[in-house]
């Protein structure tokens, strides 16, 4: 099992008033699973990601990924974590504007201890993976939205992490190029990585292999296909 959430729950102080944004949720996904999350705005779709991804720490439960508790580690000890087992994916590219696509996708391995040539190497076939081995001297205004978010899917991959997140990877693209995003995302998943999908789109989660569905903090419902 890659992935053992045992009723997580998070909760946000405001003032008095608290926000139970993940109500004690249980989730198992093992190694190369393709999922969507999805529900209404609010529901907490982009709470259970950043616990996930170890962005977050929950208020209580547990969170054991790739065998290890994760759930109450320090900062420094979740970057660790974070850095060498998670790709993520955001909306808004989230690119270097003053970077190429080459420095942008170089930019995880920067701190890694591989030679400058086998780094360059690896940011190649990345950027490769998404098609677009062509662009690589292009700077994010110089590229479409769907190829800036190629551009972050081929950063997200280039340290060979075990997990992929994406938190509405089309939400600022129009459907054509959200279409080619997700065709990105289904050959990554073919090639067996494991990905996790945000969306509120029903034709982006029609591209994942299982559905889970929140509602106020909470899993209403958890469907497999085929
Ligand atoms: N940092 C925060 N502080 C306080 N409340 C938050 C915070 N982040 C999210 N929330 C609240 O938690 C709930 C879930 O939010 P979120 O996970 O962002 O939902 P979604 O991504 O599904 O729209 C919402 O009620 C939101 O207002
Ligand atoms: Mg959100």
Do not use: W
């Not at 053992?4 to 926000?19: C, H, Q, R």
């Not at 400058?116 to 950027?127: F, G, M, P, Y």
């Not at 996790?196 to 789109?201: D, G, Q, W, Y």
Request: aromatic share 4%.
């Amino acid at each position: 099992m890659l992935i053992k959430l045992s009723n997580i729950s998070k909760i946000y102080k405001m003032g008095l008033t608290e926000i139970r944004a993940i109500d004690g949720v249980s989730l198992e996904v093992e190694a190369g699973e393709y999922i969507a999350i999805m529900g209404p705005s609010g529901s907490g779709k982009s709470t259970i990601m950043n616990l996930i991804g170890c962005l977050d720490t929950p208020t209580s439960g547990s969170y054991i990924l790739n065998d290890m508790e994760v759930a109450h580690l320090d900062d420094d000890r979740l970057a660790e974590i974070r850095n060498k087992e998670i790709g993520f994916v955001f909306q808004t590219f989230n690119l270097l504007s003053r970077a190429n696509a080459l420095q942008n996708v170089e930019l995880p391995l920067i701190y890694s201890n591989i030679s400058a040539k086998e780094r360059r190497r690896q940011t190649l076939q990345a950027l490769e993976v998404v098609g677009l081995r062509d662009r690589v001297r292009h700077k994010p205004s110089e590229l479409s939205g769907g190829e800036r978010q190629r551009v972050a899917i081929a950063r997200a991959l280039v340290n060979n992490c075990s997990l992929l997140l994406a938190d509405e990877p089309t939400g600022n693209l129009d459907s054509k190029m959200g279409e080619e995003i997700m065709q990105v995302f289904d050959q990554l998943h073919e090639q067996e990585n494991t990905i996790i999908v945000v969306t509120h789109e029903e034709h982006i989660a029609r591209h994942t292999k299982r559905v889970i569905r929140l509602l106020d903090g909470k899993i209403i419902s958890d469907e497999r296909k085929g």
